[in-house]
């Protein structure tokens, strides 16, 4: 989740009317503007930008850092902080990152791992740029991630003599530990969410000689193993970049009857809550999505609430798809088509300039097969319809044109859409 929502910013000094807080309001890019950007002073150094988490002390997984367009050679020899304390210059304790010295090739997006806790995030400056004369911060946006494995619930097998919540505390000195065979350790996020990245703090003491430990994605906490497999190997994981589709994480030695001791002593799990989406999780899910969203487009892969349908499920099929039970249906596809199963013959009729088709109170298929009209949601005869094939839109008065005998075959594959409009 991006934290950048949730506090406010400050910094050393102001140039124009670019202040702190522009650096956490959106838009997310690189563009100058004095309402887009911040600007420190150009003669004073140090410089600093400081951002304040209003609920305290959280576990930073990542910050990522759009700085401003043309100017990446005032990043020169930045240091990026997450402390506890406002204090500035920070402690050489709590810093993340320090740029390397140079002017060339920097990366003005630049996404940071920092796996700390803190409440404030502060972007530190001491370096003075070789054409200004002092140090300028230009901050553009600033996005921090918090680990979404802080609300998750921890169990393990056997209990062990460490409590298991010690492996989601954001310190990496204190660690859950358990002992004997038949040893699995389970992270429950309580709901499903999409992840795209692990990362774990641990190890496994073992006799067995080239045991293989595995992880698990999975929906079932009974039976994870029947969810997938995102890493199997010799040596305990530090970082796994999947796209997963989860509730539990579980780790599970391969060879269960394997006596071994296990500690956990952190892991972070990168990933949007279910109602958000976007490069920042700065987007909101729609509202009749069934389950999370899809983080790149904001597609409900799970499906839609009852009632509705489309990729976002922003249509009212009461309202769209008013003789659904027409067609012998695949359901595995888009739910506002539907794919024809079997043969059928649609009719046409004229009235006036209008064309219209409509399917016959009873069709014969091949193979003898069948389907009934059910009963109509309107009070007209005649149903338009769309079909779609392939690539191609074609509209039912060009249906009617290419058609023989005013009748016109649906084929098997053919994707077929319906509305209840009048023609």
Avoid at 76 to 91: K, Q, R, W
Avoid at 197 to 207: L, M, S
Avoid at 259 to 280: F, R
């Amino acid at each position: 989740m991006n934290l950048a929502r949730f506090g406010s910013a400050s910094q050393s000094s102001q140039y124009g009317s670019a202040g702190p807080e522009n650096a956490i309001k959106p838009p997310i890019s690189n563009e100058w503007g004095y309402t887009k950007c911040t600007h420190t002073s150009d003669i004073l150094s140090p410089a600093w930008w400081m951002f304040n988490i209003s609920f305290g002390i959280v576990f930073i997984t990542d910050i990522t850092i759009y700085y401003r367009d043309g100017f990446a050679r005032r990043m020169d020899g930045f240091e990026l902080y997450v402390s506890n304390t406002s204090t500035t210059p920070p402690s050489a304790n709590d810093l993340c990152y320090k740029d390397a010295p140079g002017y060339l090739n920097k990366d003005i997006t630049k996404t940071i791992s920092c796996y700390q806790l803190g409440q404030y995030v502060i972007y530190y400056d001491d370096t003075v740029d070789r054409i200004d004369k002092g140090s300028v911060i230009e901050l553009c946006y600033v996005s921090i991630n918090d680990n979404i494995a802080t609300d998750a619930l921890v169990s393990q097998n056997p209990i062990g003599t460490k409590p298991t919540n010690l492996a989601i505390d954001g310190d990496k000195s204190t660690c859950s530990k358990t002992k004997g065979t038949d040893v699995w350790f389970q992270f429950d996020m309580t709901e499903i969410r999409i992840v795209t990245e692990f990362y774990i703090t641990g190890k496994v003491n073992t006799t067995t000689n080239g045991l293989v430990h595995k992880i698990y994605a999975s929906n079932s906490s009974a039976e994870p193993e029947k969810g997938t497999v995102l890493y199997q190997g010799k040596l305990l994981p530090q970082n796994i970049k999947t796209y997963a589709v989860l509730r539990y994480l579980t780790y599970i030695p391969a060879i269960k009857t394997a006596s071994l001791e296990l500690e956990m002593c952190d892991i972070g799990i990168v990933g949007c809550p279910s109602t958000q989406y976007g490069p920042l999780c700065e987007l909101r899910c729609p509202a009749k999505c069934l389950g999370p969203c899809d983080l790149d487009t904001g597609r409900c892969i799970f499906g839609c609430l009852n009632g509705w349908i489309g990729e976002k499920c922003d249509q009212d099929m009461n309202r769209k798809l008013g003789a659904v039970g027409m067609f012998n249906i695949l359901t595995n596809h888009k739910p506002e088509e539907f794919k024809v199963e079997s043969l059928g013959e649609v009719g046409t009729e004229h009235d006036d300039e209008n064309t219209c088709m409509y399917q016959k109170t009873s069709v014969e298929f091949d193979e003898n097969r069948y389907v009934e009209k059910l009963p109509w949601k309107h009070d007209h005869e005649t149903l338009p319809i769309d079909v779609i094939t392939k690539q191609r839109t074609d509209n039912v008065r060009e249906f009617h044109k290419k058609g023989k005998d005013n009748k016109m075959n649906i084929r098997v594959g053919d994707i077929v859409q319906v509305n209840d409009e009048k023609p």
